[in-house]
């Protein structure tokens, strides 16, 4: 991509701050939901005990990732300079991601695996 398109790209119209509150908040509500049935049935899942704590540290990490994108002193300054703390946060931002990412495909593998078991309970094919 060039610069130009790039910079149409990043300086384009920002939000108000009423609108970036209720996206956050829109955006918090799954994580937390995630966080409520994993805590409600972390020992009374009757087909993999592991499903709870998925749903639990996903909705952790989703969270985290959701709140520490509000903080002013994580964005980049209008000059284009980058601080310090930007780019540790863009750092922890793209480690929090990649580890949800690999965590999600886990996931799918032991939702995979409950399903055939739940389908197929007796072994049968």
Do not use: H
């Not at 384009?12 to 799954?30: D, E, Q, R, W, Y």
């Not at 409520?36 to 592991?50: F, H, M, R």
């Not at 994580?74 to 931002?93: C, E, H, I, V, Y």
Request: some cysteine.
């Amino acid at each position: 991509m060039s610069n130009s398109m790039m910079r149409r790209i990043t300086d384009g119209p920002k939000p108000s701050a009423p609108v970036l509150a209720c996206s956050k908040t829109v955006f918090c509500i799954m994580p937390i939901v995630q966080i409520a049935i994993g805590a409600v049935y972390l020992d009374e899942c009757p087909v993999q005990n592991k499903i709870p704590i998925y749903l639990i540290v996903t909705g952790v990490f989703g969270v985290v990732l959701n709140l520490l994108t509000c903080l002013p002193c994580t964005q980049d300054p209008k000059d284009g300079s980058r601080t310090m703390l930007s780019q540790a946060f863009t750092t922890w931002n793209s480690l929090v991601s990649t580890f949800l990412f690999c965590w999600f495909i886990t996931g799918e593998q032991l939702f995979f695996i409950c399903r055939c078991s739940v389908l197929n309970p007796r072994g049968k094919k």
